[in-house]
């Protein structure tokens, strides 16, 4: 061989070495490939310069050199893997370095029975041909295809079901079957203009067709045309294929259905979640509504307790006034003279009050009368001596006062003056007390109208704070008797502009956290409520030893809603109410909390 | 002093209600040999019923407020029924907490219950049954 030899004649050479299954290639002595049949390599161009050793596995100056017979200068032939293929190597050497040509070993095989061979393979084409047909003609799909001026050159079964109208179609069109079919044309140009859409746009289209199956159900067929092109880039026939889509359809159908009654139920969500937000706004509403209720409550059960003692006490006090009245006039003020009812009557007057006196106190001061009298009014019968010691002691008479006692014991009755004395005196007392019981009476319904009283026109007005705290702290009176020790240290000069009935809830919900909070500790509760003026800013300051409240709960204690007192009847509004009651009077409340007291500050800037 | 052998027992922070009870009870408890004490305080009430014990004073009955300032009457009751399980106790409250009125009811460590406002025949017809089975 030349080294002018041509590459377009070297390729008709390996084009014909191809034909008889050898392989080869022309290399360089460093084993540089010059050129490359294409079977050896998928890029034959691109191997063009580089090593042979990249293609066959064997390295050209060692194993080579091992092979070469030194006598004949040619190598031996040997076998080599590529691809996964065996082949025979056979190399020459020549003037511009080596000639590889290659066998596959396995042909080498194959060719000894090649008519065989050709037999079986013509037999395997056979079978693919058959096993493409059996797809082409059970293939669920309508298939067709037709030649660039729409004539068909193929149907499958499905296409067109009748055997002789499928042989009839051959080289025919849709005008042709409408005719032969006598139908109208429409059908056929409908397809006729799909058609030219593909063969002008040289791309698939596709479409949807609605047509009735022979039983009359509703079908929906989707259908796809594209154009299949030659080498050259001109159309060389167009497929045509529909499958069957109405159950996908149908569920389409259905899901588009399922999304609209989706959309109507999210609608209507819509609408029930803004009633749920208007009814939980209104529930807000009456939850604080309640809570005012449960405020009242727990403000009747107080003022019922508060008001009943008092009412309790004129009651007995009416009676006992009635009862002694009774004893003065049916037995002693007839008896009596003029003076001694004027002695008695100042005597009432100028006694202090005495409510009650322990049984065993009374004896010791009656035992002490009774010896005093022995001894200095012997002439007393030793029978009036205990009746008139112990007269003496109820009506209050004290042993140091000898001039009463004197002039007493020295009368003529001093058993009836001395009922009197005790009578008027019991009256004198109970009157003081239905007095007092009364006032009692009358600061709870003033406290409670106060607090009441509606106040929603009222302007701001000015507020003393100490008055303001004391009136609910009256009122939580009966709450905090029960286990509070309560200190109350607020200047009575300190003055906000503000609305009392707001302040009113203002204290009653703290007063109320405070009495909860302390409800929850084993130890005696402490609850200190004092007053600070800072820089012009007015504090006060609620303090209790309840538990210490941690910093996350802090933080959320001023929500609306929040509440740790499950078991109370506490909705979480309070102190969030106090939040707003604040926020009205241009005031700012901070809360400080360690395990030995909790402080709510609360801070009213002029 | 030698004639007296009973007392009566009055416990409420409330002076008023001593003096109403002061009042009504003198009326049916015979003074000549009972005593009838008075305590604002529930611990000194506590202390001096001892005390009475001790002088052999046999306590009639205790009449307790339930809410008060250190302790409730339901405290104070098992408190003395515990050194004293004999003593009778009456409970006489506006403002007692149903549930420990209803323990102490089934301890039977209370003759009865009144509520605050009470009449004086209400009072009367617990405490009498009482008084009466003393002098029998």
């Known amino acids: 061989m030349q080294n002018n030899i041509s590459a377009s004649s070297l390729d008709l050479v390996f084009e014909s070495l191809r034909f008889s299954h050898v392989y080869c290639a022309l290399l360089k002595a460093d084993g540089t490939i010059i050129y490359v049949s294409d079977v050896l390599a998928e890029q034959?161009?691109?191997?063009?310069g580089k090593s042979i050793s990249l293609v066959f596995d064997f390295d050209i100056q060692k194993d080579l050199s091992n092979c070469l017979?030194?006598?004949t200068k040619e190598f031996k032939t040997f076998s080599c893997r590529y691809l996964n293929q065996k082949f025979r190597l056979s190399l020459k050497v020549t003037d511009f370095g080596f000639t590889l040509l290659a066998y596959p070993e396995a042909h080498l095989t194959e060719k000894k029975d090649s008519i065989d061979d050709l037999k079986a393979l013509n037999k395997k084409l056979e079978s693919q041909s058959a096993f493409f047909e059996y797809i082409l003609n059970n293939i669920p799909s309508d298939i067709a295809v037709f030649?660039?001026?729409?004539?068909?050159?193929?149907?499958?079964?499905?296409?067109?079901k009748d055997d002789k109208i499928r042989k009839f179609i051959i080289g025919k069109d849709d005008f042709d079957y409408c005719e032969f079919k006598g139908l109208p044309t429409t059908v056929a140009e409908k397809r006729r203009a799909l058609f030219d859409k593909v063969m002008q746009s040289k791309e698939e289209i596709e479409w949807e067709e609605e047509i009735k199956?022979?039983?009359?159900n509703r079908k929906v067929i989707l259908r796809k045309m594209g154009p299949v092109f030659d080498e050259n880039g001109k159309v060389n026939f167009v497929i045509g294929y529909g499958m069957d889509i109405s159950s996908r359809k149908l569920i389409e159908e259905k899901l588009s259905i399922a999304k609209k009654e989706i959309e109507m139920i999210n609608l209507d969500l819509e609408e029930i979640v803004i009633e749920k937000t208007q009814r939980n706004l209104d529930l807000a509403k009456s939850i604080s509504e309640q809570e005012k209720l449960v405020t009242i409550g727990e403000l009747s059960s107080g003022v019922a307790h508060d008001l009943n003692t008092p009412i309790g006490a004129i009651k007995i006090g009416a009676e006992s006034i009635k009862y002694s009245f009774e004893n003065l006039l049916r037995n002693t003020i007839s008896e009596c003279s003029q003076d001694q009812i004027i002695k008695a009557c100042e005597l009432a007057e100028s006694t202090n009050r005495v409510l009650y006196v322990g049984g065993l106190q009374q004896r010791r001061e009656i035992k002490e009368f009774e010896k005093y009298l022995l001894d200095y009014f012997p002439g007393i019968e030793s029978s009036d001596i205990n009746q008139i010691a112990s007269m003496l002691v109820k009506s209050n008479i004290s042993i140091t006062d000898t001039d009463l006692i004197q002039s007493i014991i020295s009368s003529s009755n001093p058993i009836a003056f001395l009922s009197l004395i005790f009578n008027l005196?019991?009256?004198?007392s109970f009157l003081t007390t239905i007095l007092s019981a009364s006032e009692r009476a009358a600061k709870v319904v003033s406290d409670l109208s106060a607090f009441s009283k509606d106040h929603r026109n009222d302007e701001k007005s000015v507020v003393v704070l100490h008055n303001n705290i004391a009136s609910v702290l009256n009122i939580f009176n009966f709450a905090l008797r029960k286990n509070v020790e309560v200190y109350f240290d607020v200047d009575p000069s300190l003055e906000i502009i503000g609305?009392?009935?707001?302040?009113?809830?203002?204290?009653?919900?703290l007063l109320k956290n405070a009495i909860e909070s302390i409800e929850e500790t084993e130890t005696k509760g402490v609850l200190k409520i004092y007053s600070e003026e800072r820089q012009g800013a007015i504090c006060i300051y609620f303090e209790n030893n309840g538990p210490y409240i941690p910093e996350e709960t802090q933080k959320l204690i001023f929500e609306k809603f929040y509440t740790t007192k499950a078991k109370k009847n506490g909705s979480g509004l309070g102190l969030s109410i106090v939040k707003s009651v604040l926020e009205e009077h241009n005031a700012s409340i901070s809360l400080s909390s360690d395990k030995?007291?909790?402080?709510f500050q609360l801070t009213f800037t002029r | 002093m030698d004639s007296i052998k009973y007392a009566v027992v009055c416990v409420d922070d409330d002076p008023f209600i001593l003096q109403m009870l002061s009042f009504q009870l003198t009326k049916v408890v015979n003074q000549k040999h009972t005593l009838i004490e008075y305590f604002t305080d529930p611990s000194e009430a506590f202390i001096n019923i001892d005390a009475l014990v001790e002088e052999k004073i046999d306590i009639i009955f205790i009449i307790v407020d339930y809410q008060m300032p250190e302790m409730t009457g339901a405290q104070l009751i098992r408190a003395i029924k515990l050194k004293h399980p004999n003593l009778k106790c009456i409970m006489l409250s506006g403002q007692a907490n149903p549930i420990s009125v209803e323990e102490l009811l089934q301890d039977e460590m209370l003759e009865s219950f009144i509520a605050k406002p009470w009449n004086e025949e209400v009072l009367f017809q617990a405490i009498q049954p009482i008084i009466e089975s003393l002098e029998a």
């Open chain 1, 44 to 48: 034959p161009i691109s191997l063009i």
């Open chain 1, 69 to 71: 017979d030194s006598n």
């Open chain 1, 147 to 160: 030649s660039p001026d729409h004539r068909y050159l193929f149907v499958n079964p499905q296409g067109i």
């Open chain 1, 213 to 216: 199956d022979a039983v009359g």
């Open chain 1, 425 to 428: 005196h019991t009256i004198k």
């Open chain 1, 499 to 509: 609305l009392e009935i707001k302040l009113f809830q203002l204290w009653s919900n």
């Open chain 1, 596 to 599: 030995e007291k909790t402080v």
